[in-house]
């Protein structure tokens, strides 16, 4: 069974090498990138996480990070940052992170993430979806209705997937964060209500923001108006 491949893109040695043995000993194969510039040149070969330092010497982990959202399928980011702030925080999901971790951290507390963000399982909705007159394209992340297109995060298309995989349903957040995160613990900021919200101003270039409901205290579903 081939071990679960990690990019540590963390320019202090010290703790670039702490990472790399402790991931390795828990059975990862791990490699260090020192810098942005060979991040940005590692970033397409294949890992299944990346673990970002956001502070780095030549390129910053915010660049990085943009980078990696015009991808298709980027892996999940762990963000590694000093900032603690709420807008901090919010701030690192609207731009692509998966999760985060303020310094300093203890290993065993990465170790829990990591496992985590491994634990996603984009397979447990359908590849490709349709709705109505709503249909995702897989291949592209575009959400067409009728003649129109709009291009989706990734995070934004999973979330809809998700959704579309069972219109009429509430989805929980419990069951979003799991699906689309490979979270199982409620992260201490609402992070999943700005996606929502990003995702809502797109479905309103196409009409069909309405579409996209909260229910209070249950979750979220997509549902054509009555």
């Known amino acids: 069974m081939q ?63 943009s980078f990696l959202a015009q991808r298709l399928d980027h892996p999940p980011v762990l963000v590694l940052t000093a900032r603690g702030q709420l807008e901090d925080k919010l701030s690192l999901f609207r731009q692509g992170c998966d999760d985060y971790l303020t310094k300093p951290f203890a290993f065993e507390e990465l170790l829990h993430r990591v496992k985590a963000l491994l634990r996603r399982s984009p397979k447990s909705v359908p590849e490709q979806c349709r709705y109505e007159d709503m249909e995702l394209e897989p291949t592209t992340h575009l959400l067409s209705v009728g003649e129109r297109k709009i291009a989706l995060t990734p995070k934004e298309f999973n979330i809809c997937r998700l959704l579309m995989s069972s219109p009429g349903r509430v989805v929980s957040r419990k069951e979003l964060l799991q699906g689309v995160w490979g979270l199982t613990h409620e992260p201490p900021t609402n992070f999943i209500e700005v996606h929502l919200a990003n995702l809502r101003k797109k479905l309103g270039q196409v009409e069909r923001d309405g579409w996209l409901q909260t229910v209070r205290a249950a979750g979220f579903l997509l549902e054509k108006p009555a």
Do not use: C, H, Y
């Open 3 to 65: 071990r679960p491949r990690i990019l540590i893109v963390e320019d202090a040695p010290d703790v670039a090498r702490l990472l790399e043995q402790g991931l390795t000993e828990e059975g990862f194969e791990a490699k260090i990138a020192p810098n942005g510039r060979v991040a940005l040149r590692e970033a397409e070969n294949g890992w299944d996480i990346i673990i970002l330092d956001l502070t780095l010497p030549d390129v910053s982990g915010e660049t990085i990070m």
